[in-house]
């Protein structure tokens, strides 16, 4: 009887050991973890972003590849602006300057041609005032982003690199 006992007992742990190396899932922990991390990156990532993301380019030819732009009002929006021309950033130097409604590209443009040592960007008071957001200078192949959560209205746009505003300007709505 002890023999059966034990033989038993020796069957019962070794049928224990089997269970546990095919059916503890082990193998699948690593799986289960990777796929719970992924979604919780996932998830930061959703709360971070942006709701909306544009991308707009400038070129050789002073050109952005939009002259309208239409955003939400309150609503986080990221802008991508990329130079994808190929002159030299001193001769053929991009930005992307949104400014307040109401404000005169004009002036800022003129403003901006002798700021120079701050990319273009006039440091002033009139300037400022007018100023709501701005990505660098890009020389060619660049990008920048910038977020902006802008209220209702209409936001002229520009490249304030000297003399680009004749052609690089344009509106974004906001409603
Ligand atoms: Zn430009």
Redesign the pocket.
């Known amino acids: 009887m002890k023999f059966t006992v034990t033989s038993i007992i020796g069957i019962a742990l070794s049928l224990t050991s089997v269970a546990s190396a095919c059916g503890c899932g082990c193998k699948d922990h690593p799986k289960k973890d990777a796929a719970a991390e992924v979604k919780t990156e996932e998830a930061a990532e959703a709360e971070a972003a942006p709701a909306k993301e544009i991308v707009i380019t400038?070129n050789d030819t002073?050109q952005f590849d939009q002259a309208a732009l239409e955003l939400t009002a309150g609503e986080a929006t990221k802008i991508t602006f990329k130079n994808v021309g190929n002159l030299p950033k001193a001769a053929?130097?991009?930005?992307f300057v949104i400014l307040k409604p109401g404000s005169d590209i004009l002036k800022f443009g003129m403003a901006a041609a002798s700021a120079a040592a701050t990319e273009y960007i006039p440091q002033d008071e009139a300037g400022t005032a007018m100023l709501e957001a701005h990505t660098k200078l890009l020389g060619p192949g660049e990008e920048d982003s910038i977020v902006v959560t802008l209220e209702a209205g209409e936001y002229p746009f520009l490249?304030?690199?000297p003399g680009?505003y004749a052609m690089?300007k344009g509106v974004i709505t906001v409603k």
């Open positions: 400038g002073m053929m130097g991009h930005n490249c304030s690199f680009h690089m």
